[in-house]
């Protein structure tokens, strides 16, 4: 039950009851509302009212019938009084502002809805109308006792009033006005450079489609960031004294780890590389410059030394799980062709993507690389000098093809392949950045190509971001127009990732990536990239395509869906458990694997299969000499293939265990449908020599 207005009765004008809660207005001098008549003669022009009224000037108020009137300074009164008196005004009203919200205008009608007690009959509730003079207008479907009523022009009060008196009766339960407040359907920063930055929102033009951008607006209207929200950046250098890092809080457990201190400012000309990137993701909203996709978040600025030993890549991500990142974004990679992790450093990867936050892993993203190359795979090279790379080579991104990581393409402005961006079955998704320039080939290998290049700058508009201030950094001044690669798109995604997370925290890294995969946008390219010719801009079976995984980032959807999952857990209130005993043979280093099934029916009226699921739990005893070798996958009935476990059992020789929701963020996939159907589970063996056999699995479905 809503609590009994506290408002006294010199209050109740300025009160406005909401919802249960009781905002405080603030009245404008200078303005007032009106509604004509009826019967007001359609002559009467604007120009007239004003005439009559002796006002300044007025306008409709769009989508409902009322005329918004302004006067002198504090001349609204006066105003009110002749409107009143005026033969063809039904209605007049101040007009006011929310005290916390300033610039949020309230207008007000002449409906009152009131929601009347249990035990007041209708007769009751007409007598108390007609003492206050209103008429009834309708009830509130669906709400017993609630009715609409008009105020009258015999009332003696206008509805906010009427309101709070009708709230100190004990036989009223709620009452509220029916107020006007202009509707703001996206938020819009007030950074004078953010519309420059089209990568965020944008209504397109000859260079730019108007679905480019990543729809980060709407996300706004839900969260812009939380300063709990901390975003790694780590990179070369940041200019902290720029304008767009600054704010209460905005700065987290800062460190350069190239001179072993906790200011990571740059030092060379060069190092302007880690300032571009961190403004993309988390750059202030201060009415200045521009702002990030997350501006709310905090920024963990991570100068790294430059070089990708063991101990480099430990200090960086252990830093980061340490000391609170949630996100972690990383627009380098390798100066190699081919580049495998060490063992140190997928550990050190798989530290923070799994124990950061808590347990819930800190969210790892990675550019992709801007060489056109596959993340892992095969090109026939032609056209190096000196034929430092020749016929069928090996390409391969270490940081990329890690598991735990979210690897980000490049989209252009015109929603096509960014022409330089490295592309494979490891991409991730995809983030809007600018397209190639001429000689914007293979940069990290350090070697020279003379193949196939681009000679002339090809369509598609540069990333608008910060940059070093004065004359430092890629452009004179503090921002730059020209920034881009996939090292840009990385930085979009982290961002994203970043909202994510202010509105639903609880979510693992794992759930993170789901949720940016599945929201993602399909852009499609069917055209050839302009230097190998290949075709890979559409999407396979699953869902995934090799130039922009599983599709461009959709920050709105993206925090949709995360909001969703905080009310989706439903614990259940039955468990129906399965078991498959035959043992089955693993067969050794071969593809297609060991299967076993479970089907899944009905009870004896076929009907608890069909009920949606709300977990699921799945227990498997396996015996191998190198459980290392051995991938596990889990089929359901609906949806694609379930990895449960990678290859990282090393030598043991005994699996006994459970994979649940906690342990396995992706069977959330399969929530919310039927169970009914055959459910597999299997085996492969990766590697020759060692061999092995599944003893048993168990299926527990939670209804």
Known sequence: MPPASGVLAEQEGMILQRGGEELRLQKLGDRFTFRPTADAPAEITLEDWVQQLDVESLRPVPGVDLIEVKTAAGQADAGIDRARAHRYVAFASHVYQLAQNPQTRVYLTDELTVQFANSVTTEAMGAIALELGLKPAQPVVGIPQTYVFEVTPQARANPIKLANQLMRRPDVLLAEPNIVIRAQQLYRPQEPEYPRQWYLQTQGSSQIAPTAHISVEPAWDVTRGSRAVVVAVTDDGFDLNHPDFQGPGKIVQPRDFKLQTNLPLPEASHENHGTACAGVAIAEENQFGIVGVAPGCSLMPLRTTGFLDDQAIESLFDWALQKGAAVVSCSWGASAAYFPLSLRQRAAINRAATQGRGGKGCVVVFAAGNANRPTSGIVNEQ???????????????????????????????????????????????????????????????????????????????????????????????????????????????????????????????????????????????????PQLGLRFGTYDASGHSKWFGYGKVNAARAVEAARRRLSAAIAPSEWQSLSNTTPVAIPDDTPRGATSILQVQGDSRGERADRPLRDLRITVDVEHSYLGDLEIMLLPPQGDPILLQSRTLGRRTRLQTTYTLQTTPLLRTVLNRSARGVWQLRLVDCAPQHVGRLLSWQLNLGF
């Open 383 to 529: 056209g190096w000098v000196n034929n430092v790379l020749r016929g069928n080579t090996q390409w391969l991104n270490g940081f990329a093809v890690h598991p735990d990581v979210i690897a980000v393409a490049a989209s252009t402005s015109l929603d096509k392949k960014a022409a330089y961006s490295n592309w494979g079955d490891a991409i991730s998704v995809t983030a809007p950045s600018n397209n190639a320039p001429p000689g914007m080939w293979l940069p990290q290998t350090g070697y020279t190509y003379t193949g196939p290049q681009i000679r002339a700058a090809l369509p598609g508009v540069g990333v608008f971001t910060t940059d070093r201030l004065g004359a430092a950094g890629y452009d004179p001044g503090s921002f730059t127009n020209t920034f881009g690669g996939t090292s840009s798109a990385c930085p979009v995604v982290a961002g994203v990732a970043a909202l994510v997370l202010s509105v639903n925290p609880d979510l693992t890294a794992r759930e993170v990536k789901q949720i940016l995969q599945e929201t993602a946008d399909k852009i499609v390219d069917p055209d050839p990239d």
